[in-house]
């Protein structure tokens, strides 16, 4: 035990004495956040050029309220709140040209609006058919929206609004219906989305709180992606301190001073310790934010607690494989090659994240979430949605990661021991599996 703690000593030392320690430091917030950040600085700096777009209206009673709703919204829909004097645009103006058909000749029009916008004189064009404003919709769309920049759509959404509500009201006057009853009727209701009231141990009621939308969504996301970087930060590492030693022949002398199940074990546990002082470091800061801004009390204490727990099972599954790999290669292309597979198992969480995050409960989430090599991210995550996982799902996943954690360390001491030594050997899964069942 005195060799593993001085060999997780010197790892943990060497690893946080780094420069490249203290650019993960660093980079770390950046990569989970840099997003955002960009996001609101970019805020502001959107393209306000104007955006003129032709229409055709066959229909002759869709033009004059798109060219009305066009002029208000360039006049009042385009700027920033707050006084005259302090007003800011900081959306495009939309600019309306009425394209006419010669001799009602509609052969090729479509065509010459495409070069148009192929010259930059048009963003876009609308042609409306004749026929738009019918109640009966088995023709299809009577209304086609043409450019060259299909991502671009606010100006296409703006069209469908304005369009729409100028073909109800002339379907509701068609049918002598009053429109400001119909306005009334279909007046929109805003839904307040709220939790569950409860009885407190007094037995007093306690009133459903509203949703806080970044507490259901944000917190959640963050926990699992901070997990996963966190681990993903220091596992991979492994397999470089590893795979270099063995190529500068350092391991060999290593091994006449501890066994190789001591010197994988005390890498592990630095990795482990490296990790966890950024954790400790990251959730301080995070501590500290939620409660400047007043919303430590909505986190559960708990969450903590699971979130270390799970850091270290995933540290140690995906850092024992890692070193495995990195003791049974002998050239940074092998270990390369063989990471795929590793690095399939580390994704699994990614790509499953989302349909976890809207329906946690659901068969799929269980069964995804109880999985070990992805249950250290994937049940951090439906921990951290209200209410919860049932209790015996928890204890189910630690128990499962926990065997899956010492199997994964058992068998990478295996491949240690062995491959720590072999030179000049090509791995495979066969040899691998050769190696486990070896004594």
């Not at 306000?48 to 004059?64: H, P, Q, T």
């Not at 066009?70 to 004097?85: C, E, L, T």
Request: net charge positive; aromatic share 10%; with cysteine.
């Amino acid at each position: 035990m005195n060799k593993i703690s001085r060999v997780a000593i010197t790892e943990y030392l060497t690893a946080v004495r780094s420069k490249a320690f203290i650019i993960g430091i660093i980079m770390l917030p950046i990569f989970m956040f840099g997003g955002l950040l960009v996001a609101q600085f970019a805020k502001d700096k959107v393209d306000i050029k104007d955006r003129k777009f032709a229409v055709v209206d066959r229909s002759g009673k869709l033009i004059a309220t798109l060219s009305e709703q066009a002029i208000k919204r360039n006049q009042n829909g385009i700027f920033s709140n707050g006084v005259d004097a302090e007003k800011k645009q900081i959306r495009p103006r939309f600019i309306l040209e009425t394209f006419v058909e010669s001799d009602g000749k509609s052969d090729g029009v479509d065509l010459i609006l495409s070069e148009r916008i192929r010259k930059k004189e048009l963003f876009a064009f609308l042609i409306i058919e004749s026929d738009a404003l019918d109640a009966d919709g088995s023709k299809g769309p009577r209304i086609s929206y043409h450019t060259e920049t299909p991502t671009f759509t606010d100006l296409p959404n703006w069209i469908e609004q304005v369009i729409n509500d100028e073909i109800r009201r002339h379907r509701f006057l068609e049918a002598n219906v009053d429109q400001a009853l119909v306005q009334k009727l279909t007046r929109h209701t805003q839904v307040k989305r709220l939790g569950l009231t409860g009885v407190s141990a007094t037995g007093e009621v306690i009133k459903a709180k509203e949703e806080n939308k970044v507490l259901t969504f944000a917190l959640p996301a963050i926990s699992m992606f901070l997990l996963f970087m966190l681990v993903m930060s220091s596992a991979p590492m492994l397999l470089n301190t590893v795979l270099e030693e063995k190529l500068q022949k350092i391991s060999e002398v290593l091994i006449s001073a501890v066994t190789p199940f001591q010197l994988m074990l005390g890498k592990l546990i630095g990795a482990v310790f490296v990790s966890l002082t950024l954790s400790v470091l990251y959730l301080g800061c995070g501590i500290f934010f939620l409660a400047k801004t007043g919303t430590l009390s909505m986190v559960p204490g708990t969450l903590f607690v699971w979130f270390l727990l799970f850091q270290l099972l995933a540290l140690m599954i995906y850092g024992s494989i890692f070193s495995a790999i990195g003791a049974a290669c002998s050239e940074l292309r092998d270990a390369q090659n063989m990471m795929f597979p590793a690095m399939m198992l580390v994704m699994v969480p990614m790509f499953t994240w989302m349909p976890v995050l809207q329906s946690p409960s659901s068969t799929f989430s269980r069964i995804v979430s109880l999985f070990p090599p992805a249950t250290p991210m994937l049940m951090m995550l439906r921990i951290a949605i209200p209410p919860g996982p049932p209790w015996w799902e928890i204890a189910l996943a630690v128990i499962l990661t926990t065997g899956f954690m010492l199997a994964c360390v058992w068998a990478s001491a295996k491949i240690f021991r062995i491959g720590i030594l072999s030179q000049g050997q090509t791995p495979s899964m066969k040899k691998l599996l050769g190696w486990l069942i070896s004594r």
